[in-house]
């Protein structure tokens, strides 16, 4: 079996869907391996640290793809890449198939097994191929990190001489994967931390975490929950009450951190102008959900924004992730890895069960056609 590694095009892309590191095991078990020229450079990682594990590396796009059986990318490939891949080849990564279905049916009308990796479904058996954990994770840590760059205060309480410091007031919206480690970071600097979310069951994870939980005391959180673990969207009556609740915390904070999503949809608005302009100058809002549309209406992605009227910075950085290229590419290349060990029963050839409820959960397109049911209707 051959697989390809290729370098991202898309712009602010560092990460690489193989490190050293894999490649070794891949190469290990007699797999042949091509990883295009520069493929991880952004990330850290040299091309000869890829031949040293055991790649060829290919000096162009084309190379790299020519004759390969599965595609490992972070980001896809684009329409206009999809000329050298064979019909059949197994296309591995973050697709983000509800936003991008003409590309979807570009690799249905390709004949390729595209696989979405955003699909792995939240059971302990995928837990090792669980791309959206691994990702959120450092996103929630970088998160902190990138509010404290713009806080003009310090984050723990600091007693000297010269008088005593307040700790920083930290509040978390949505405490999924990315919210509780924005908890445990911000705590670690010695912030206070509140966090909110719609999940009942988020509660006992935010207090052993050492932050407090507040939320909206209603009935309809019972059932707010999937059956997949996510978030539904929630009545108008449930985000009136949520907005008065925030409206009422958010003015006694100076960080706020945003991650809340709904899968498929519009992330929900939580923060509006208002409440921005009800918190002191200087505070920070950093919205991780900025690529879904958004947790606070002034923030814009890819940019930060300084609200001239309140003083607050709003943090819109797009694919925050990527923001740790060398971490977020392990993490993610293992999690490929383990994928890869699913699909070939740890042999050196694919042996793909597409009964597997995995394989049925990332997988977009086969024969031709879409097969995810999410999808299939749509297309
Ligand atoms: P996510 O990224 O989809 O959403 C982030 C958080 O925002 C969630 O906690 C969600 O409940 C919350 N949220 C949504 N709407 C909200 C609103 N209006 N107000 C406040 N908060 C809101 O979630 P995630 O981080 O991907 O985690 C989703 C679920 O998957 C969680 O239940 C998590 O525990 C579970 N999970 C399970 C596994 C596993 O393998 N078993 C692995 C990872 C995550």
């Known amino acids: 079996m051959r697989v390809a590694v290729v370098k991202e095009r898309l712009d602010g892309e560092k990460r690489v869907a193989a490190t050293p590191e894999t490649v070794k095991k891949l190469a290990g078990r007699e797999i042949e391996v091509v990883v295009e020229a520069g493929a991880g450079f952004a990330a850290g990682f040299r091309d000869q640290a890829y031949k040293d594990a055991g790649a060829t590396v290919a000096e162009d796009r084309e190379q ?9 990318t972070v980001r896809g490939l684009a329409k206009d890449e999809l000329e050298p891949v064979d019909k059949g080849a197994l296309l591995v990564g973050l697709i983000n198939p509800y936003q991008n279905g003409a590309l979807v049916k570009a690799y249905a009308d390709k004949g390729v097994l595209a696989c979405a990796m955003e699909f792995v479904p939240r059971i302990t058996r995928a837990q090792a191929m669980d791309v959206l954990s691994s990702q959120s994770n450092l996103a929630g840590y970088k998160a902190v990190l990138d509010a404290t760059e713009h806080f003009p205060r310090a984050m723990p309480m600091m007693m000297t001489a010269a008088g005593t410091i307040a700790p920083a007031k930290v509040f978390v919206m949505g405490a999924g994967v990315a919210g509780l480690q924005a908890i445990a970071t911000a705590r670690r600097l010695g912030a206070v931390v509140s966090a909110t979310d719609v999940r009942p069951a988020a509660k006992e994870q935010v207090e052993s975490l050492g932050g407090k939980f507040v939320m909206v005391d209603s009935e309809e959180t019972r059932e707010a929950e999937t059956a997949g673990g996510y978030a539904k969207e929630m009545s108008d009556d ?20 945003t991650t809340a999503l ?16 009800s918190m002191k100058p200087g505070s920070v809002i950093v919205d991780l959900a900025v690529e879904q549309g958004g947790n606070c209406t002034l923030s814009k992605a890819g940019e930060v924004v300084l609200d001239d009227k309140s003083g607050v910075t709003i943090v819109g950085h797009t694919n925050v992730a990527s923001r740790l290229p060398a971490d977020a590419s392990s993490l993610y290349a293992k999690n490929l890895l383990n ?9 050196k050839d694919l042996e793909i069960d597409f009964e597997d409820d995995i394989v049925q959960g990332v997988l977009l397109t086969k024969d031709g056609g879409v097969v995810h049911p999410n999808l299939a209707k749509a297309a």
């Open 64 to 72: 790299t793809l020519k004759g390969a059986h599965v595609i490992l």
């Open 238 to 257: 449930f985000k009136q009450k949520q907005a008065e609740l925030v409206a009422e915390t958010i003015k006694k904070q100076e960080i706020v951190i």
């Open 262 to 277: 709904i899968p498929g949809k519009k992330a929900p608005t939580l923060i509006n102008a208002e409440m921005v302009r």
């Open 339 to 347: 994928f890869l060990d699913l699909l070939t029963a740890k042999g």
